[in-house]
């Protein structure tokens, strides 16, 4: 299915947060969280978090994580976390539970080292690559 299937179909948002690392007794921003989140139909049975379909959701947030993170060779490492096996439920959105997928863009270097241009850069560039597939802000569970 092409990227932008899989966006309609799951109906496909995100979000970034900081990510934060404890060094010492300083609380460093070290990086960002980017959380695609996804839907996907349960039809008439009972919600089942983990649930063939929603690790079918997830293998296709997976697949469309990879295509949106840069493919150079940088000092900023791309970490997507491994599915949950969880249902998340959103403010925006309590009637549909979504699946998520999680990942943490930080120096590949060192993971205390601040943030600095390279990660705020390829996380411009990953949200440019992700608003020209359709995919909105305003997803996320924390």
């Not at 404890?22 to 989140?37: P, R, S, V, W, Y």
């Not at 491994?82 to 309590?94: E, G, I, N, S, V």
Request: hydrophobic share 35%.
């Amino acid at each position: 299915m092409a990227l932008r299937g899989l966006v309609t179909t799951h109906a496909v948002k995100y979000e970034v947060w900081p990510h934060y690392e404890i060094a010492g007794n300083q609380k460093i921003m070290a990086g960002f969280d980017l959380e695609l989140c996804g839907t996907h139909d349960h039809g008439h049975a009972r919600l089942n978090p983990g649930c063939p379909a929603c690790e079918e959701t997830y293998a296709d947030l997976k697949t469309l994580a990879e295509a949106i993170l840069p493919a150079e060779n940088r000092p900023a490492d791309y970490d997507i976390l491994p599915f949950d096996h969880a249902l998340h439920m959103t403010p925006q959105h309590p009637e549909s539970p979504e699946v998520l997928l999680d990942v943490c863009i930080e120096h590949n270097h060192h993971s205390f080292s601040p943030v600095d241009a390279c990660e705020e850069t390829c996380l411009k560039q990953i949200i440019e690559k992700l608003a020209a597939l359709g995919v909105a802000r305003g997803g996320g569970v924390r």
